[in-house]
């Protein structure tokens, strides 16, 4: 069976980082593009940041120079790293990936990593 595992999230100030870690496990599966996804208390939730398999990433106007999302495809693994922290940025973070196992293609989703920025 797929899963998505986060790791990364926590409690910091304002202006600190963190990184946090998405990985993939499942027998030959095929990932194509990676995200990270926001969803602040009584919000929607919104695209952070999307890799393709081959880099190109793209990112929310929010996070733009702040947020760096990479992938090492060889551990099937995204990573969103976030500099510059503000209170604004508090929500769950989720993991998305878009996985064929078979034959098609299908979303899935991590469970979710709280991140809460203190000012």
């Known amino acids: 069976q797929v899963q998505l595992v986060e790791s990364g999230g926590g409690l910091v100030q304002a202006g600190d980082s963190l990184r946090l870690s998405c990985a993939a496990s499942g027998s030959f599966i095929v990932i194509r593009g990676m995200g990270w996804y926001s969803q602040a208390p009584g919000k929607q939730r919104e695209l952070v940041a999307s890799i393709t398999s081959g880099g190109p990433t793209n990112y929310a106007d929010a996070v733009k120079g702040r947020f760096t999302i990479s992938r090492d495809n060889a551990k099937n693994t995204v990573y969103l790293q976030m500099n510059s922290l503000q209170p604004e940025d508090t929500a769950v973070y989720y993991c998305?990936?878009?996985?064929?196992?078979?034959?098609?293609?299908?979303?899935?989703w991590g469970q979710g990593t709280q991140v809460t920025v203190s000012s």
């Open positions: 998305n990936a878009d996985i064929r196992r078979i034959f098609s293609f299908n979303p899935y």
